[in-house]
């Protein structure tokens, strides 16, 4: 069965630097990617997405992710970080399947933002 | 256009009453999907439903679930015979039948077993 990690549960940087969130997966296939932010009491919004193509993916908000064939990887990425970007990020995965689309989730990293 | 709506927000339920929380997809949408957040965890999925039938339920306990997608009308989720353990966050998505689009999410219901 396909799996999601993400190995750092809170993350807290300062507004203005850089951000990294890891993601790995663990899977045969390549699976269809992706990233979803959650603002405290919200449901998921969509980041951004890996279908095939180009590994390195552009989403909302300035964030971009690069996906590693090598690695099992896709961490999300954003050159400056801004204070309304804390939240809980979720890396999933969606291995499709002609009955349907399941995504199967990592257990989130909190980012706190420091002024 | 509206998104996922689901209802009620918040919902608190003593021991033993039972719970049922409503997901209305995006219009046009015919594929709902049920995913329960625990406290400090990620989404787990529950189940997936088409019109009038549930494709795949892998992730529901066996026992007090059930869910159900009518032709008219909302997708149910049922939570009989509530226990502390069942206090989450439950969330509905949708997306249009057979196009491999990311699901879209409804802001969820937070239960609460008293």
């Known amino acids: 069965a396909q799996s999601v990690t993400q190995p750092d549960i809170h993350i807290t940087v300062s507004e203005g630097a850089s951000l990294e969130l890891r993601c790995n997966y663990s899977?045969?296939?390549?699976?269809?990617l992706f990233w979803y932010v959650q603002s405290p009491g919200q449901g998921l919004q969509l980041l951004l997405k890996?279908?095939?193509?180009?590994?390195l993916v552009q989403g909302i908000k300035g964030f971009e992710a690069e996906f590693k064939r090598s690695q099992s990887s896709f961490n999300l990425r954003k050159p400056s970080v801004h204070w309304s970007d804390a939240a809980e990020y979720f890396c999933?995965?969606?291995?499709?399947?002609?009955?349907?689309?399941?995504?199967?989730f990592g257990t989130g990293t909190r980012l706190a933002v420091r002024p | 256009n509206a998104g996922v709506m689901q209802n009620p927000r918040h919902l608190v339920r003593r021991r033993g009453q039972e719970a049922r929380l409503r997901c209305s997809p995006v219009?046009?949408?015919?594929?709902v999907y049920w995913y329960r957040q625990l406290p400090e965890e990620g989404l787990k999925f529950m189940v997936y439903?088409?019109?009038?039938?549930?494709?795949?339920e892998s992730g529901m306990p066996k026992e007090r679930f059930s869910a159900e997608f009518p032709k008219e009308g909302p997708s149910i989720l049922r939570i009989q015979q509530v226990v502390r353990g069942d206090s989450a966050a439950y969330f509905c998505?949708?997306?249009?039948?057979?196009?491999?689009?990311?699901?879209?999410f409804g802001n969820g219901t937070r239960l609460t077993v008293t």
């Open positions: 999933a995965v969606n291995i499709r399947k002609s009955s349907g689309d399941k995504l199967t």
């Open positions: 890996y279908f095939s193509g180009d590994t």
């Open positions: 439903l088409q019109k009038e039938n549930i494709i795949d």
């Open positions: 219009k046009g949408h015919s594929h």
């Open positions: 899977y045969g296939a390549t699976p269809y």
């Open positions: 998505a949708s997306s249009p039948e057979g196009t491999g689009s990311p699901l879209h």
